[in-house]
């Protein structure tokens, strides 16, 4: 069994999967936190590793920049592969002088722009819901390991470059109560919902609009172990 976009074999993937954005930080999570991961998907290099955590079997893959491409991913794993949940755990700019570099946010609702859910399956709505279970999950994993989490609407952008004539963040965050931009959570959450899946969006402050503070490329790929652990407790308690 295989799809387009996918290697793996029937019974390759778990029934969980974390899926960072970078597939370098799929790579860096199965080898530093998977207990003998095994590498499912090389296809265009987007990395998908099973292995266990504390003795649970785990998937961590990859999924890309943009809607369209996690919207391709997430669909494969749940409509193909048996997946029932799937928790992003990205990067996010801060729309908020409240949030810091590495703060964890939690989305509670991801407020898009995008015609994705309209393209996909004539679903109209500016807004996508996670997973209340997989929400309340993430929560009492947060707890465990004593992490703060800021659950608030986030903002997926289908655009990373905006012109100067284009409203900024202010109006994102005033207007639309969005506290962080990233650029995925929206058609995750869609395909969850018309597949009856469950999927969540966990996300690491990793720079500010407000501030102009920012994190390197490599602190994005291998620092941010607040969420990865969030995630993984996460898994294995599903």
């Known amino acids: ?15 969980v999967v974390l899926m960072p954005g ?33 003795g649970v079997r785990v998937s961590v893959m990859g ?60 679903v109209d709505g500016d807004i996508q819901y996670p997973s209340e279970e997989l929400n309340a999950a993430i929560r009492k994993a947060a707890e465990r390991l004593d992490q703060q989490l800021v659950e608030a609407r986030i903002h997926s952008s289908d655009v990373f470059y905006h012109e100067e004539n284009v409203d900024g963040h202010k109006e994102f965050y ?23 899946k469950k999927a969540a969006c966990l996300l690491t402050i990793s720079d500010s609009l407000v501030t102009s503070a920012v994190t390197t490329a490599e602190q994005r790929q291998t620092s941010f172990h607040a969420m990865m652990e969030v995630a993984l407790e996460t898994a294995i308690s599903l």
Not at 25 to 44: C, D, G, H, M, S
């Open 1 to 15: 069994m295989s799809t387009p976009h996918n290697a793996a074999n029937a019974g390759d993937i778990a029934k």
């Open 63 to 122: 999924s890309g920049m943009g809607m369209p491409s996690i919207g391709i991913y997430s669909y494969e794993l749940f409509k193909f592969y048996g997946v029932e949940a799937i928790i992003r755990i990205g990067s996010a700019g801060a729309y908020t002088d409240k949030l810091d570099l590495f703060d964890l946010v939690l989305a509670d609702g991801a407020w898009s722009e995008s015609t994705f859910a309209k393209a996909q399956a004539a």
């Open 22 to 54: 970078d597939p370098l930080r799929a790579k860096f999570i199965a080898e530093t936190y998977l207990e003998n991961p095994v590498q499912f998907n090389t296809v265009r290099n987007m990395f998908g590793y099973t292995g266990t955590y504390k």
């Open 174 to 196: 005033e207007k639309h109560g969005c506290v962080c931009v990233e650029m995925e959570s929206f058609a995750l959450f869609h395909n969850a919902k018309v597949l009856g």
